[in-house]
């Protein structure tokens, strides 16, 4: 993928995920609409960014034949991303919500466990119907 289809598939990513998590994070966690948007868009900034650098990290070590990846090579895939993105984000939750490790731990498990699946998913889909080249033309630089 070149940089116009990696920041498309970023932001089409988060996007789609926003949708999903901000208002189920609200129901199930309890807290305001509006720190869980602020939370949720601060995550997606962070996303954005790691998932640009680490797929090109792992397209380096996986290779570039994204379409015949296996289920083992796509599990890694999810696993080291999310597991990077806890790495990171832990600390900006739990200072932001003013809550205590153990919580923003708690809090993120759930997360962690809805964009794992959530991240497998998605991926598999978009490398299957790869969506960019409808509107980048095969791939290539706009």
């Not at 080291?80 to 153990?102: C, D, H, K, Q, R």
Request: proline share 2%.
């Amino acid at each position: 993928m070149n940089t116009a289809e990696r920041i498309f598939q970023a932001i089409f990513f988060e996007v789609s995920m926003l949708a999903i998590v901000v208002p189920i994070s609200v129901l199930l966690a309890g807290f305001a609409a509006e720190k869980m948007v602020i939370v949720g868009i601060a995550l997606s900034m962070i996303a954005m960014l790691w998932n640009y650098i680490y797929n090109i990290v792992f397209d380096k070590l996986a290779g570039d034949n994204r379409i015949e990846r296996s289920l083992v090579v796509r599990i890694i895939h999810s696993c080291g991303f999310e597991f990077g993105m806890v790495a990171i984000t832990l600390p900006v939750i739990a200072w932001y919500l003013n809550i205590s490790w153990f919580e923003a731990i708690i809090l993120e498990a759930g997360f962690l466990t809805f964009i794992l699946v959530y991240t497998f998913i998605f991926n598999w889909l978009y490398d299957r119907y790869q969506p960019y080249k409808k509107w980048f033309g095969k791939g290539q630089l706009i």
